[in-house]
């Protein structure tokens, strides 16, 4: 989750710099300013934490939650009134 400075042209840059630098590292847009990605373990967990922490841009904000399987299951979603069913990324991704 992250809280990034857009009040000047050269802010908004910054900001969507960063959007696009997690797209690059495998995160999808969860919601406006929340973005997730699905790691195997807490060492990549380390290494993209690293890696966030080199491209966050002067002022921004930068929260990093990491849950479980079971708890990204348990989280319950709707979508226009419709309860959504989550289910576990897959582990192994070919690019």
Known sequence: MFDLPVVTKAERKAAQKFR??????????????VYMRFCTGKEQVNTIC??????????????????????YENIISFTSKVRQKRKNPDQFSIF
């Not at 696009?20 to 406006?32: C, I, K, R, S, V």
């Not at 690293?50 to 708890?71: A, L, V, Y």
């Open 20 to 33: 696009l630098f997690l797209l690059d590292q495998g995160f999808e847009m969860a919601q406006l300013s």
């Open 50 to 71: 690293q890696r966030i922490k080199n491209e966050i841009p002067d002022g921004g904000k930068i929260d990093i939650i990491t849950i479980t399987d079971k708890q």
